[in-house]
Each structure stands twice: as structure tokens, then as C-alpha cells.
């Protein structure tokens, strides 16, 4: 087997997954939702809590309306003591300015909790479909993507988002309802205040103009370079392993180090874009408080307005700067989510696009055209990248028929089977399974060396493969492939993350009786886990061989004794089929899988595709195959 790219976990009970290749070399990252699309799927979260979205905002007007009071209030209070009015007087003002603040601080933040709720059940239905996205994507997609790019969409990006929405969110909406609401109060003491404050305007918003065309661009950087990041220390985990063999340990370390150290860089662009930012509202916000203060001045020098009136439109202003930094700094936090929330949208949409392509992918034959083939592939070639490695390659399953598939390591033979499960599509030729492809969920099953046990009781993770099955079924299916020791433990035995461990036999054992229980059309086994000779091997070719009895299937042979209990075998050599028949009667035409038997059956070598690669190479070497 080729080592498993860190994108895939291979799954037999997810019917499409397949035994991961290596990653491709170049990425192809999923696509971002332009600020349409993004705001449209928005919208349409919104719009399902119309409702609640109307009462939310009521609640958040009248908490801005409130507000306004205490200002307004204190100029009263101002005019009062000039005026030399009764202590009854001041005390009733001093009573309506304490009403005012508790009733503005309630509505404020019941409004603010209720969006918060509000957003909350929006995240949660966004969630859901991001990671109903990320699994319904296709294999072949998440690998060209990197799994990075899918890891930190799912998580990073929509923290992001979640962060924004609890935290952000209600704060910048009823920052914003003060804001509009102030200015109106300001008109409403005298004209001359509410121009005077708005002077500051256009300075913020040049402020926020040079700020929002530097820092978005630099947010999406940011943003890809922790999802290379992230891609880097997840293919450094996965292939640790090898990384350690090899000692490539300190190399990975570096890679790992520049790629954060490149994040790192980034972010700190952000702030300091941001801090900058920051030094300009304060000086808008100067500018705006003297000349509301000179304006103040002039019109109480004229006899227009009184002081407790002057005294107030201060108020007023000074009371724009919380709400205006809330509104402006926070348009950073919410640049984030939006370019999280593009990224969201973006895979949801990578699914329908995918689920489009896979609907226009014509049928390569109809049902009529099938008849008893389970599986035809007709001149399929395929390539990776300039690399071909399937080469006009013809094949058909017939209905309950079993054909081996037998091949040097790299012939191509797990790219041929991830071809029939429809994780890649094929470059040219075309290939049906039960008349169409890509097949349809569940119409096949994958078994592959890399078996997932799901944490949860050992009925649990068989029902993934067929959720109404009865507890009889359940043990009929183990039972089948010789799970003894399944029935032993018990259906209700916890396995998995930090449950029972099972050995990879059993997990193997496992895997087949979820194919037993998916009872699929086609069914692909590309599992090796066992050497030839070895006690388990003969168990698990046991189990596999009453897992598919009666099934179509195509079994990518890593012991020569699963090609031999084949009802055809087909041989592979650098992805063209150079041989095809029965073991029996390939044995007797005494060609390349005659001497891979002979070498097999004499015990010379135990795993056929390193047989395989041996006798390929003399052979090359004499000519006598590769025609
Ligand atoms: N995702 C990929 N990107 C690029 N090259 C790949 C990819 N997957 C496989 N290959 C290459 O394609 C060739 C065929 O690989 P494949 O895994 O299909 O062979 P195989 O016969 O199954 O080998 P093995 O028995 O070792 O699994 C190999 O040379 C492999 O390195």
C-alpha cells in the first residue's frame, strides 16, 4: 500500500472513503464565498428567526432610547442648580436619572442576550452544515484541499465566527443604535451641537477606509497562512512515523517553525495596522469634542442655549466615544468572522458544487446496459498530476462474481479501486457501477487496512454500517466473519477511544462484519494486515471470504490466498492489465502470476506485492512483460 495521506481517513463503513494515496503535490484549496454570497447565506440564517430577530431589535431600540435620558438628564440637573431650584427638584431629577440608568442597563442586556441567542441557533444550524459539508465532500477534493484547509475552516474559522457572534455582535449592534439615536438627541437640544459632532465623522471614516483596505487582504493572509500551519503539523503528526525513520525530525521542525513564524509575522502586521487605526479615532475624536465644546461656548454666549443644555451635548458626544470605538475597533473582530464566514460559506458550497458535478456526471451506463455487471470500467486511464498510472484499463465485476486484483506495490491498484468507489474520476474511458457513477452512498463498502473503530459500545459501531439492525443481526454478522471473542466481550463492551482496544485483527473482523451488515452492491477490500503463514492470516482471509460470499467484489490482493479463492484474477503491472483469468488457469498458462504463485506457495515470500515488485523487475529487465 502507498502511505495514507493525512487527508483521509480511510473507513469501511463510510462506503466512499477509500485506502488515502498520497497527497497530490499541489493544492487546490477550497473556495471562499464572495461578500455576496456570504451575505446571502446570512440573510437566509436570519430570516428563519424573523420573529425573534423583530423582538430582539425592539428590545435593543429601547434600550438606545433609555439611554438617552441620562445625558439629557444631567443637562436638567445642570440648569437646576444655575437656576437655584429646590432640593425636591434635584432629588426627583437625581431619581429619573437612577430609573434611566437601571432601566437602560436591563434593556440593554436582556437585547443583548437575546441576540446573542438569536446568533447562537444561527451558528448552530451553520455548524452542522459546515461539518455535513466537510464529510460530504469528496475524498479526492479534501486531499487536492489539504486537510489543513477543511481542519481549520471547521474549527479556527468558525470559532471566529462563534467569538463574533456572543461577544461582538450584540455589543456592536447596540453600539450602533446609540450611536444614530445620540446624534438625534444631539439635533434635538440644538441643530449647531449635532453638526458640531458630526465633524468628527469624516475623519473616522477616513480613518476606517484606510484601515478596512489594508486589514481585510491582510486578514485573509492571515488566516491561509495558520491553515498552512495547521496543514504542516497534521502531515508532520500522521507521517511521524516515517519521520522519524527517516530522520527527517529536525527538517519537519523547521518546516513547521517558518510556517508559524510566517503566521506569527502576519499577526503582528494585524495589530499593528490596528493600533494605528486606533491613534486616528483618537484624534477624530478630539477634533469632534472641542468643537462641540467651542460650538457649546458660542451658543451660551449668544443666549441660545443654556449651560445645563451646553453641559449636555458633551455629554452627548463624550458619550459617542465608547459606543464609536465599539463600533469601529469591533469592525476588525467582525472583518475576521466575515472572512471566517466567507470561508464557511465557502465549503458549504464546495458540497452543492460537488453534489452538482456529481449529479452532471453522466451515467456511463443505464441500468438496461448493466445486466449482470455490477462493475464496468471501459479504457479507464487516469493520472496523477503528468504521472499516469491507470493505462486503458478494462474490467468488469459480474453480479457475485470476486476478482483479485494483484499487482506490484505501485501498479496502480488502489488508484483503480478509488476509482470504481468514485473518489477520483477518471481521466479518460468510463466506468459504471450498478449502471452509474459516481455510485451512491452506501452502494459500496470499503474495507481497508486502515480500519476506524468509533468510540462507543461494540453495537454502536456496527449499526454505522446499518442503524436498524437488531442486536440478532448484529451477532448473526459477527458470527459470520468469526468474531468470537466479539460475542465474548459482549454487544455493550465500550471500544475505541477509551474503550476496550481491539487488536487490528479484530478491528478487521470488525470492519467486515459492518460489510456484512451494509450488504452493499459492490463491496472493495484493499486490507493487509496480516503476513501469509501467520495464524491471523489465514483467520482473516477466513473471515473475509465469508464477509463476501455471495457478494461482487474486487479485492485488492495483498496474499496470493485471497487471489487464489477468487472466482478471476487480474494482473496490474504499472497500471495496465497484462494478465486476467483464473488462478487455475493462470496457473496453467504459466505466466507472471504462475511464478508470483510458485514463489508464494513455496513460502519464499509472504507479501504478494513484494513478490511482485521482484519478479516484475526481472521480467522488465528480460522484456517478457509490459506489452
Ligand atoms: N495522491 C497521489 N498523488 C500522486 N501520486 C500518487 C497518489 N496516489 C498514488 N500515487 C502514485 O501512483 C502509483 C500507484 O499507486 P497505488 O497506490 O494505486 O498503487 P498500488 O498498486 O495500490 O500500490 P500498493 O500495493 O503499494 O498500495 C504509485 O506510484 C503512487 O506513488
Known sequence: MSEPSPAVTTEPSAPTAPASPPAPTTRVPLPVASTR???????????????????????????????????ALLGVLVDQVVDGAQT????????????????????????????????????AD????????ALALPVARVEAAGSGDVVSRVSGDVEAVSDAITGVLPAFTSAALTIALTLVGLGALDWRFAVAAVVAAPLQA????????????VYRTVRVAEAERTEQVIETVTARRTVV???????????????????????????????RFYNQLNMAELVGLSCVLSVGWWLVGSGVASIGAATAAALFFYRLFDPIGTVLGQVDE??????????????TGARSDAGQAACREPATAGPSEVGDDVVVLDRVSFSYGERRVLDEVSLTVRAGEQVAVVGASGAGKTTLAALVLGIHPPGSGTIAVGGTWPPPPRSTVLVSQQVHVFSGTLADDLRLADPTAEDARLLAALDTVGATWAADLGLETLVGAGGRELTADQAQQLALARLVLADPVLA?????????????????????????EGRSAIVVAHRLSQAASADR???LDAGRVVEEGTHDDLVRAGGTYATLWEAWSSGRTSQVTSAAVELFEESSKGGRLGA
Open 88 to 123: 425636591s427638584v434635584l432629588v426627583a431629577v437625581a431619581a429619573g436619572l437612577l430609573a434611566a440608568g437601571l432601566t437602560t442597563a436591563a434593556l440593554g442586556m436582556v437585547g443583548r442576550v437575546m441576540l446573542a441567542q438569536l446568533c447562537e441557533s444561527a451558528l
Open 206 to 217: 477616513l480613518a476606517l477606509r484606510w484601515f478596512l483596505r489594508r486589514s481585510g487582504p
Open 37 to 71: 454570497q456570504t451575505r446571502a447565506a446570512t440573510w437566509q440564517l436570519l430570516r428563519e428567526r424573523r420573529g425573534r430577530l423583530a423582538a430582539t431589535s425592539a428590545v435593543l431600540l429601547l434600550a438606545a432610547v433609555c439611554g438617552l435620558a441620562t445625558p
Open 569 to 571: 484474477v487480474v494482473v
Open 126 to 133: 451553520l455548524r452542522e452544515d459546515v461539518l455535513d459539508a
Open 334 to 347: 467582525l472583518q475576521k468572522a466575515g472572512a471566517g464566514l466567507a470561508r464557511l460559506v465557502g465549503l
Open 524 to 548: 472493495v477490500l484493499d486490507e493487509a494486515t496480516a503476513e501469509a503463514g501467520s495464524g491471523s492470516a489465514s483467520v482473516l482471509d477466513e473471515a473475509a471470504r465469508a464477509a463476501l
Open 245 to 275: 525513520s527517516l530522520g527527517l525530525g529536525a527538517a519537519h521542525e523547521q518546516l513547521v517553525a517558518d510556517r508559524s513564524r510566517h503566521a506569527i509575522g502576519l499577526s503582528l502586521h494585524a495589530t499593528g495596522l490596528l493600533a
